[in-house]
């Protein structure tokens, strides 16, 4: 399983983005059950800022509610974050997480959490 995280930048404060992920896998994937955004900053453990599951439940950290959202296309295996009003403390790399389900090639289940990259998002003025 791999995920592909795309749209971070440099962008100023007050400024808006939106993250991509796209999984993929070698053989099929039958769904993903939980999907999410995480990040870290410089010195600073990696944290949640928002996730999805399967059935639309969300969940957002404190630090973002109101600002960013979080949006999933099941039938494209692709999240989203929008996020909107970015401040410099939103500065971090930032990867996507989502957990899949489905077969390999040689028929083989898999059910496997996996992270993508990372993209680099920047606030500056």
């Known amino acids: 399983v791999q995920l592909q995280a795309s749209g971070g930048g440099l962008v100023h404060p007050g400024g808006s983005l939106r993250l991509s992920c796209a999984a993929t896998?070698?053989?099929?994937?039958?769904?993903?059950?939980?999907m999410g955004w995480y990040r870290q900053a410089p010195g600073k453990l990696r944290e949640l800022v928002a996730d999805?599951?399967?059935?639309?439940?969300?969940n957002y950290a404190d630090s973002v509610k109101g600002r960013f959202s979080i949006s999933r296309d099941n039938a494209k295996h692709m999240v989203y974050l929008q996020m909107n009003s970015l401040r410099p403390e939103d500065t971090a790399v930032y990867y996507c997480?989502?957990?899949?389900?489905?077969?390999?090639?040689?028929?083989?289940?898999?059910?496997?959490?996996?992270w993508g990259q990372g993209t680099q998002v920047t606030v500056s003025s």
């Open positions: 997480n989502a957990n899949v389900v489905g077969e390999d090639y040689g028929g083989n289940y898999f059910a496997m959490r996996s």
């Open positions: 896998a070698a053989g099929r994937i039958f769904r993903i059950d939980d």
């Open positions: 999805i599951n399967s059935g639309g439940t969300i």
